[in-house]
Each structure stands twice: as C-alpha cells, then as structure tokens.
C-alpha cells in the first residue's frame, strides 16, 4: 500500500463512489424510541432537560404513537411514573399498573408496534433504588443494603405482569446477580416461553442517567447504585456479566450507556453473536439538544455521527430519544 501507486482518494471522490463502498448504515428498524407514561389526564409535559420527550398519560399517547408509526419506527421502551410509591413497589407489578395499562392501551391501537417493557422498581420504589432494600441508621444517616435475592422474586412478578399485559419483550435494568435466570424461569412457568429477554447486561453507574432520573423520578433517595450498577473504569468484568446473562437464558445483551463504552460494545460484538443493544442515554441525548438549542453544533449531522459510531462499534439495535427526529432525517435524504 504505497503511495503513489495506493490513493485512498480514489473512492471519496463523490457521493456515488462514497455510498458504494459504506460500511455502515442506519435504518429506521435500528431504533427503539423511549416513552414515559404517567398518571393523570390529558397530560403532555415537556420534560425540562429533555428538550423534545415528554411526559404523556395514557390518553394521551395516541398522538405520540401515531407518529412513531407513520415514521416506521417498530419498537418503544416504557417507562412509568406511577402514582404512588412504596417500600417495596408495589405498583411495578400491580395488575392496572401504569405499565401494565399502557402496554394494554398500545397493543389494541398498535398491536403490531413492539413494545419493550423496562423491568426494574427504582420508578416504583419510595427509595429510588432497584431492588428491595434493608435499612438501618448509622451515625444519624438512613443506609440501606439492595437485598439481591429478595429483589428477584419482585423482579420476576414485575416481569410476568408486564408479558400478561402484552409486553412483546421483557428488558431487566436492575442489575441483581441471577436476574436473567429467574425472570426466564418466572416467564417460563407463567406459560411466557415465546417472550424475548433483552437484558440490560452491562449496566454501568453513571452519571449520563441524570436526565432520566428527573423524568422518571427516580433518583435514589439515599446511597448511590454503585453496588449493583458497575464501575466505569472496568471492562473485563462487563465480559463476566454479559457470559452469565447468556448462560441463564437471555436473548439479546446490551450496554449501556453508549458513547463512553464504544469499546464495550465492540468487545461485547466480539464476544458474543446475540444481537446487541447499545442504549444512548438521557445525558447523552441532553448534551447535544443542549449545545443544538445554543446553536453550536449541526444536530442532525452530530446525531447521525454517533449512532453511526454505535453501530460500527457493534450495536445492531439502538435504544435512542433520538429515534424520531433520525426516522424524520433518514427519510429526507
Ligand atoms: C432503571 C433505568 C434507568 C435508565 C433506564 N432504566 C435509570 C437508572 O438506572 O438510574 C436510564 C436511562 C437513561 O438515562 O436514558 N433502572
């Protein structure tokens, strides 16, 4: 590969020539796009560090819904703000649960538009935390412990509640050791074989789920997850959490979040030949709708640039709040 003889030039020299030889493109079908549903009446409320999502209630969804459609988008992610909160969260796994109604509400307008449930109790939980949790008091602070094998069988019931409902795949965000394994054993035995397990493999505790915390209200009212979400200086043991995820059963692996873990996703693409799911996070999204709204950066080009770098890392899917506006711009091209 000499120069003169090797002139990579040759093959930028236009549009023609350049989408010929790209490597990697983006389709609607790569997207999921995020919804959080909460209780209420006619409410669509901005969320304020989310320029763009909104918070809707359920008879309010339509229009949002109709607009994911018609854009070909074939997969959302729900989260909900329930109305009230306990010890426990209760209403994770509550029969008219906000998730639960919602996913009803979706499947009888849409019932071909997928819908992916987050399996987890920190919206649903007084505490904020992802699991059950012991307290007790030290030196006049309130600690709590994130009980793992006591949270399961909560997990488990949030889970099958959400495939009665309707969900088509069941995505666990917690981060309890053996999730995938009893979620898969509790779906089984609910007569749920056919639902899909897409689990959150490589959860890392981080500092781009701010956004998120605001809109589901979720942030942790005591503590942080460090216990159960992991370090971000480690990526070996992202191997051994995504190696137990698939011997207990699950489907799809993903990480999470994406633009400062590239190098996970391309080992984890290395790895392992389920699909995978890069999850663009709620700070992600913020830090360019923040720098566009200031006018500092070509959005669409800055947006089409890092999902692109998702999917040369490795992701095949690509859970986004950007999932609309991309469907809208790969449409104008
Ligand atoms: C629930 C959950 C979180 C996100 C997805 N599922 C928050 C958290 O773990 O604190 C974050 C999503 C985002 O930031 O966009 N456990």
């Known amino acids: 590969m000499i120069f003169p003889i090797t002139r990579h030039r040759r093959l930028r020299q236009s ?10 493109v983006l389709t609607v079908n790569d997207f999921i796009q995020p919804i ?27 229009e949002e819904l109709k607009e994911i459609v018609e854009l070909g988008i074939s997969a959302v992610l729900l989260f909900g703000i329930p109305e009230s909160k306990d010890e426990v969260g209760r209403s994770a796994f509550a029969d008219d649960g906000i998730v639960q109604q919602a996913t009803r509400k979706i499947k009888s307008l849409y019932p ?11 919206e649903f939980t007084d505490h904020g935390h992802c699991g059950m949790v012991h307290t007790y008091e030290r030196d006049g602070h309130i600690c709590g412990d994130v009980m793992n094998d006591e949270s399961l069988e909560l997990l488990v019931k949030t889970a099958v509640s959400q495939a009665a409902a309707g969900a088509d795949i069941i995505a666990p965000s917690n981060m309890m050791d053996g999730f995938v394994q009893a979620i898969r054993t509790g779906l089984d035995d609910a007569g749920y074989t056919h639902i899909p397990i897409m689990s ?3 959860k890392y ?17 005591f503590g942080d997850r460090k216990t159960y979400q992991m370090d971000p200086a480690n990526v070996r043991e992202a191997l051994r959490e995504a190696e137990s ?7 799809m692996l993903m990480v999470k979040p994406a633009l ?21 996070v709620s700070g992600e999204y913020a830090m360019v709708k923040a720098a566009a709204l200031q006018g500092w950066i070509n959005e669409k080009a800055i947006v089409t640039e890092m999902l692109l770098g998702m999917k040369r890392a490795g992701a095949d ?10 469907a809208r711009w790969l449409r104008e091209n």
């Open 260 to 280: 400062a873990f590239m190098d996970v996703i391309s080992l984890l693409r290395q790895q392992f030949d389920l699909p995978l799911v890069a999850y663009n």
């Open 200 to 202: 959150y493999s490589v």
């Open 245 to 251: 995820d698939v011997a207990e059963g699950a489907d």
């Open 317 to 326: 899917i690509i859970i986004t709040y950007f999932a609309k506006d991309m």
């Open 36 to 62: 959080f549903i909460t209780h209420g009446e006619g409410i669509k409320n901005e969320i304020s560090s989310m320029p763009g999502i909104y918070h809707f209630s359920i008879d309010r969804l339509e």
């Open 15 to 24: 549009s023609g020539m350049r989408n010929m030889v790209r490597e990697t």
């Open 112 to 122: 071909d538009l997928l819908v992916v449930a987050d399996t987890c109790l920190c």
């Open 205 to 221: 505790a981080s500092a781009f789920y701010g956004p998120f915390r605001e809109a589901a209200d979720s942030a942790p009212q």
